[in-house]
């Protein structure tokens, strides 16, 4: 069984930045896709940033030009760079790996912003 374990998390004011890392237990074979994505209280799951096998990136428009997604294949490792926060940002994020055949999720990492 996979297990994906987030890091980074915390509290931060607004306009800092953190950086999140996404760990996997052991190295995943035809990867077609890892991401973050976020659930604020009350809130439904939603894409935060994703980057394919082939290198295409997706953000969503909420944080573009301030989040950047990147990952490192050797480490099986993604992360999300995150400057300018803002208290909206406020979420549980959550690393998504996805497969052929699989569907892999962490156990999230609490992100707090404070104006």
């Known amino acids: 069984q996979v297990q994906l374990v987030e890091s980074g998390g915390g509290l931060v004011q607004a306009g800092g930045s953190l950086r999140l890392s996404c760990v996997t237990s052991?190295?995943?074979?035809?990867?077609?896709?890892m991401g973050w994505y976020r659930q604020a209280p009350g809130k439904q799951r939603e894409l935060v940033a994703s980057?394919?096998?082939?290198?295409?990136?997706n953000y969503a428009d909420s944080v573009k030009g301030r989040f950047t997604i990147s990952r490192d294949n050797a480490k099986n490792t993604v992360y999300l760079q995150m400057n300018s926060l803002k208290p909206e940002d406020t979420a549980d994020y959550y690393c998504?790996?996805?497969?052929?055949?699989?569907?892999?999720w962490g156990q999230g990492t609490q992100v707090t912003v404070s104006s």
């Open positions: 980057t394919t096998s082939g290198g295409r990136t």
């Open positions: 052991r190295r995943i074979i035809d990867i077609t896709s």
């Open positions: 998504n790996i996805r497969t052929f055949l699989a569907n892999y």
